[in-house]
């Protein structure tokens, strides 16, 4: 400190010295505070008593979470395999009272139902049914649209829907057998259905989707304790 004020033309000891010593006393001690392993560890006992903030390495790099939506087909490319989507099927049919609640429509509605199924190189790993309200099509016919691109892209450019959140029941499902023959199922195999209602921003059902997905996956979740 005494060099330091000397090179700046002050001596050591005067009054001069001894203010500028006073004004950067507090400044001086949390530098060399800030040199030593003392900091880190009162920041980590401030995080275990819920104070700062806790970073759980673990759950940082859980692979394929349940409770993050990400794009199927993402999903399979990030696995280091090609998806591709067969068997597309569109058609247009009235909701039924249940579909009618879960899109909020009046029930009668014409809604747009697409099956497919999606492969990761050539092993069949989805059959996916979804519904959609025919009314958020804004005219453009459905029966015309490429339905093996990702739908969520689909739904920004044909209808103007950004999907933000997803509610999802998950269940058990042994499928029909029309459906486990194009699923190239084993005797006895389950596979996991994923029951999702799809929200825009402003909380509006776009979509409902029925995903049956096979042994493929392998999902992790993060649940937390309240």
Known sequence: I??????????????TALYYLRSYAVLFVLCALGSTPWPARW??????RGIGTVIHRNVVHLPN??????????MIAAAGHTPHTDHVRVDILPADESLARLLEI???????RVHKRVLADEKPVIFCIDYFPLAIFRGTSPLQLDMTEPVFDMLKR??????????????AAYGDPG???LMELSSGEALLLLDEVSYT????????????????????ILRKKF
Do not use: H, I, W
Not at 106 to 112: D, I, R, S
Not at 203 to 214: A, D, E, K, Q
């Open 65 to 74: 979470r349940l409770d993050q939506k990400v794009e199927f087909l993402s």
């Open 158 to 171: 044909e209808c103007g829907q950004v999907v933000t959140s997803t509610t999802t029941r998950v269940q």
């Open 106 to 112: 009046e029930p009668g509605a014409q809604t747009v």
């Open 179 to 181: 459906m486990r023959r």
């Open 43 to 48: 920041a980590r006992k401030l995080q275990v």
């Open 2 to 15: 005494g060099r330091m004020f000397g090179l700046g033309g002050l001596p050591v000891v005067n009054a």
């Open 201 to 220: 921003r402003l909380c509006l059902p776009v979509m409902r989707s029925l995903g049956y997905y096979t042994n493929f996956f392998d999902f992790s």
